[in-house]
């Protein structure tokens, strides 16, 4: 599948078309906050392939942090390698802790679904934060209807330099907008049984280069354990 020409431009027509109001969202995980960190205070699996992407990018490289959250550990180990992050998030109680925890990082309230590949609209216009050499979508995905997620994979494809790197997380699950209790609030989540998220992820235009998987146990009694799928990916000309 070509990220180019008109085939790619449906795709984000697509996006926008399935996009859902996700004020829902944003609210819960503002009403979270930095309970969100305590919760899940052990990233071992997140930690881990944040450091292949920052030492596997050149110097210096632009990165986007989707699903930025509290900054923590993504957007500050990223920052500390050297590299110049810009993280996004529809919270914007999250952008604040963000902001105060890594100040050397540029963070923007910005829905996925808002996001533009390269200059489709031109620089400084809403959606457009121009081109990256790597991408880290750490439990993020996981936020769409399985609907979206392959439009967002398209846009993230869009968003990358040939052969840039990609990095994502997901929660191993066949699940579809199921929505559940989450550290006092509600939240709606999809996922993937293994198979069909490498699947869903090459169809996209990635190359899965490495997969790790990770059994967690959230320091929270009110979120259940969980497998975390994390694979590693290369953008596809």
Known sequence: MSGDGEGGYQGYQGLDRLALDRIG???????????????????????????WL????????????????????????????GHRVVGIDISPGMLKIARDNVPDAEF????????????????????HLGTFDGVVAFFSLLMLPRAEIPHA?????????PEGLMVLSMVEADVDDFTIPFLGNTIRVSGYLRDELRQVVGDAGFEV??????????ASTDVPPEIQLFLHCRRRA
């Open 209 to 218: 280069i490495a997969e790790e998987s990770h059994a967690y146990a959230p």
């Open 153 to 161: 994979l398209r846009t993230l494809w869009g968003l990358l330099r």
């Open 25 to 51: 969202q944003a609210e819960a995980f503002d009403a979270i906050g930095d309970r969100y960190d305590e919760a899940f205070p052990h990233k071992d699996g997140q930690l881990a392939s944040g450091g």
């Open 108 to 127: 923007h309230r910005m829905d996925l679904a808002d996001l533009r590949p390269g200059g489709s609209r031109g620089p400084g216009s809403p959606g």
């Open 54 to 81: 920052a030492s596997a990018l050149p110097a210096g490289s632009r990165v986007l942090d989707v699903g930025c959250g509290t900054g923590e550990p993504t957007a500050r180990q990223l920052a500390e390698a």
